[in-house]
């Protein structure tokens, strides 16, 4: 930027511009004069050009931004008041306490990871009658000169953070070049299908001037709209995107059971529903049996999907329509996937054929699972060999003599009964002799008498 447009600059504009060059003392508390900045800034610019400023910017830019020097280069703006903690940058739009920072914009296209933010700034009124026309201007500068750099525009409203959107109508333009241009909707059409704009920067150019021409539709202001332009990365694919969310932390049976519960309070006493309440085991995109069961970590609802099958359908669908939740069509990014557990042991155990599992049975069967495991942990496991090995020889002694004990109670309780039955058999013997000599005078026969009767009767057959 040469000296003449920076006199053209306003107050706020220029001091800005002497911090961003990390040109201010934040120890001093001297306040300099237009033309100290304006002197300061075209001397900073000089040594910037210079070849020991190119070569730093180039080491500084490689492992970020792949040669990009980005506007915002100058660290000391990330020190600023008010600067984001994560992205660095001061959030732009209004309100101011709904202004937004480049942390938005990174996670916007998970399938285009963000390499550098070259610019964050707000639209602005143009004045005069016309309250609905707004203007943007930013200067992109390249420190590498041999290849075009790649970058994207990305917008939304301060209202909507995580949603990209272009005004009613806008024109951009490079280097006093039209590159770009948005049409108004079509008639009875609210809605447009929104995607961010690709645009290149050349590389026989420094200082880039990016323009933005607008059209704001009432009762829509133009500081509510906050432009990022960027430098994408490397295309991210969907397998890569799939092994990422896999190995985040699962949500557990206990955290599921919770949102069961707080689920059932919500409803209504009074409704009393015949059919239990079943989980599903079909995926809401496929029609078909989830692989992976996956559903939104601040979703309220036990309902998943296949993670495989929502990645593609994210990855084919327009750019307005991805990342939502097939069950309650909630924005959900990649990153805010987590594995169900309750799902995937259902469908660990049970049948390929099964489609649904009563919610209520799938609880009592995971409780009784785990107080069975429990109470197996808490048993005392039976010593191993190299254990009872390792024992002294007082407690070899010990359980000898016990086990010695124990064999001669067991023999000896043996015998004595054995010595009761013999002793209860002689005696029934004998009281049976007695009551038949006795039963032969008082003509009463007992069992002992019907025995020698009946012998004496085969005694006499065969004398026969």
Same mark, same amino acid.
């Given at each position: 930027?040469?000296?003449?447009?920076?006199?053209?600059?306003?107050?706020?504009?220029?001091?800005?511009?002497?911090?961003?060059?990390?040109?201010?003392?934040?120890?001093?508390?001297?306040?300099?004069?237009?033309?100290?900045?304006?002197?300061?800034?075209?001397?900073?610019?000089?040594?910037?050009?210079?070849?020991?400023? %190119?070569?730093?910017?180039?080491? +500084?830019?490689? #492992?970020?931004? =792949?040669?990009? $020097?980005? &506007?915002?280069?100058?660290? !000391?703006?990330?020190?600023?008041?008010?600067?984001?903690?994560?992205?660095?940058?001061?959030?732009?739009?209004?309100?101011?306490?709904?202004?937004?920072?480049?942390?938005?914009?990174?996670?916007?296209?998970?399938?285009?990871?963000?390499?550098?933010?070259?610019?964050?700034?707000?639209?602005?009124?143009?004045?005069?009658?016309?309250?609905?026309?707004?203007?943007?201007?930013?200067?992109?500068?390249?420190?590498?000169?041999?290849?075009?750099?790649?970058?994207?525009?990305?917008?939304?409203?301060?209202?909507?953070?995580?949603?990209?959107?272009?005004?009613?109508?806008?024109?951009?333009? %490079?280097?006093?070049?039209?590159? +770009?241009?948005? #049409?108004?909707? =079509?008639?009875? $059409?609210? &809605?447009?299908?929104?995607? !961010?704009?690709?645009?290149?920067?050349?590389?026989?150019?420094?200082?880039?001037?990016?323009?933005?021409?607008?059209?704001?539709?009432?009762?829509?202001?133009?500081?509510?709209?906050?432009?990022?332009?960027?430098?994408?990365?490397?295309?991210?694919?969907?397998?890569?995107?799939?092994?990422?969310?896999?190995?985040?932390?699962?949500?557990?049976?206990?955290?599921?059971?919770?949102?069961?519960?707080?689920?059932?309070?919500?409803?209504?006493?009074?409704?009393?529903?015949?059919?239990?309440?079943?989980?599903?085991?079909?995926?809401?995109?496929?029609?078909?049996?989830?692989?992976?069961?996956?559903?939104?970590?601040?979703?309220?609802?036990?309902?998943?999907?296949?993670?495989?099958?929502?990645?593609?359908?994210?990855?084919?669908?327009?750019?307005?329509?991805?990342?939502?939740?097939?069950?309650?069509?909630?924005?959900?990014?990649?990153?805010?996937?987590?594995?169900?557990?309750?799902?995937?042991?259902?469908?660990?155990?049970?049948?390929?054929?099964?489609?649904?599992?009563?919610?209520?049975?799938?609880?009592?069967?995971?409780?009784?699972?785990?107080?069975?495991?429990?109470?197996?942990?808490?048993?005392?496991?039976?010593?191993?060999?190299?254990?009872?090995?390792?024992?002294?020889?007082?407690?070899?002694?010990?359980?000898?003599?016990?086990?010695?004990?124990?064999?001669?109670?067991?023999?000896?309780?043996?015998?004595?009964?054995?010595?009761?039955?013999?002793?209860?058999?002689?005696?029934?013997?004998?009281?049976?002799?007695?009551?038949?000599?006795?039963?032969?005078?008082?003509?009463?026969?007992?069992?002992?008498?019907?025995?020698?009767?009946?012998?004496?009767?085969?005694?006499?057959?065969?004398?026969?």
């Amino acid at each position: 930027m040469d000296g003449a447009r920076l006199h053209t600059l306003g107050s706020t504009d220029l001091s800005n511009l002497h911090d961003d060059c990390g040109l201010s003392d934040n120890g001093s508390r001297r306040k300099l004069g237009r033309q100290q900045m304006v002197a300061d800034i075209l001397s900073w610019q000089e040594r910037w050009r210079t070849d020991a400023g %190119i070569a730093k910017s180039k080491s +500084a830019a490689t #492992e970020s931004s =792949k040669g990009l $020097n980005v &506007r915002l280069q100058a660290t !000391p703006m990330r020190q600023r008041r008010g600067a984001c903690g994560k992205c660095g940058w001061t959030p732009k739009g209004s309100p101011r306490h709904m202004a937004l920072c480049a942390c938005t914009f990174l996670r916007m296209d998970p399938f285009r990871p963000v390499s550098a933010v070259l610019g964050l700034a707000h639209l602005q009124n143009t004045g005069g009658s016309d309250a609905t026309s707004a203007k943007l201007i930013m200067s992109i500068q390249c420190a590498d000169h041999t290849a075009d750099i790649d970058i994207e525009l990305r917008m939304a409203w301060v209202s909507a953070p995580s949603c990209h959107v272009w005004p009613h109508s806008m024109t951009v333009q %490079i280097n006093d070049t039209e590159v +770009a241009h948005v #049409e108004p909707p =079509k008639d009875g $059409n609210t &809605r447009r299908a929104d995607a !961010p704009i690709r645009l290149k920067l050349s590389k026989d150019r420094i200082e880039n001037k990016l323009e933005v021409q607008a059209h704001v539709k009432p009762p829509h202001k133009a500081n509510e709209l906050v432009l990022c332009v960027v430098q994408p990365a490397a295309t991210v694919a969907v397998s890569d995107l799939l092994h990422v969310c896999v190995k985040q932390p699962e949500i557990t049976t206990v955290e599921c059971a919770r949102l069961w519960d707080s689920l059932h309070a919500d409803t209504d006493s009074a409704v009393e529903c015949s059919t239990p309440w079943l989980q599903s085991l079909v995926c809401p995109l496929t029609r078909e049996r989830i692989w992976a069961p996956v559903r939104g970590i601040t979703c309220k609802h036990l309902q998943c999907f296949d993670l495989e099958a929502y990645l593609e359908t994210s990855s084919r669908a327009a750019f307005h329509r991805r990342w939502h939740c097939p069950v309650c069509d909630k924005l959900l990014y990649p990153a805010e996937l987590a594995v169900c557990g309750l799902t995937r042991l259902l469908l660990k155990h049970t049948a390929s054929s099964v489609a649904a599992v009563p919610l209520q049975i799938a609880f009592n069967a995971i409780n009784n699972v785990k107080a069975a495991e429990k109470k197996q942990q808490s048993t005392p496991p039976a010593p191993s060999r190299q254990c009872q090995q390792g024992t002294s020889h007082k407690t070899a002694t010990e359980a000898l003599e016990q086990t010695t004990t124990q064999r001669v109670r067991k023999r000896s309780a043996s015998s004595e009964a054995g010595e009761r039955q013999r002793r209860c058999w002689k005696e029934g013997v004998l009281t049976a002799t007695r009551s038949h000599q006795e039963g032969e005078s008082r003509g009463v026969v007992s069992w002992g008498g019907r025995l020698q009767k009946q012998a004496e009767l085969q005694q006499g057959a065969f004398d026969l």
